[in-house]
């Protein structure tokens, strides 16, 4: 059965710095691709930061210069480093993973249960 877990969300001031890590279990995803999406209150689910099949590494425009989507291959997993976080940065973070990268999730893609990331003073 696969299984993804999160872990490292919280509450940080402006202008600070989180890491979220997502474990995945149950099968090799080594040759997936692997990343993050978040859902703010009241808004749809968004792409943050993937690293595809081919181990290019994507961003979303509004986290570019912010945060770096990293993956050990070895361990089935993979993180976000977020830096300079903005209120706006307040949101549900998803670790996904997926055959291969398309621009919106495919229907067969697997799914953490979410994390709590809150950008507050």
């Known amino acids: 059965q696969v299984q993804l877990v999160e872990s490292g969300g919280g509450l940080v001031q402006p202008g600070g710095s989180l890491r979220l890590s997502c474990a995945a279990s149950?099968?090799?995803?080594?040759?997936?691709?692997m990343g993050w999406y978040r859902q703010a209150p009241g808004k749809q689910r968004e792409l943050v930061a993937v690293i595809t099949e081919g181990r290019r590494s994507l961003y979303t425009d509004f986290v570019k210069g912010r945060f770096t989507v990293s993956r050990d291959y070895a361990k089935n997993t993979v993180s976000l480093q977020m830096d300079s976080l903005k209120p706006e940065d307040t949101a549900l973070y998803y670790c996904y993973v997926q055959w291969y990268y398309t621009s919106s999730p495919r229907a067969d893609a697997y799914w953490g249960q979410g994390i709590q990331v809150t950008v507050s003073s």
């Open positions: 149950g099968r090799d995803f080594r040759s997936y691709a």
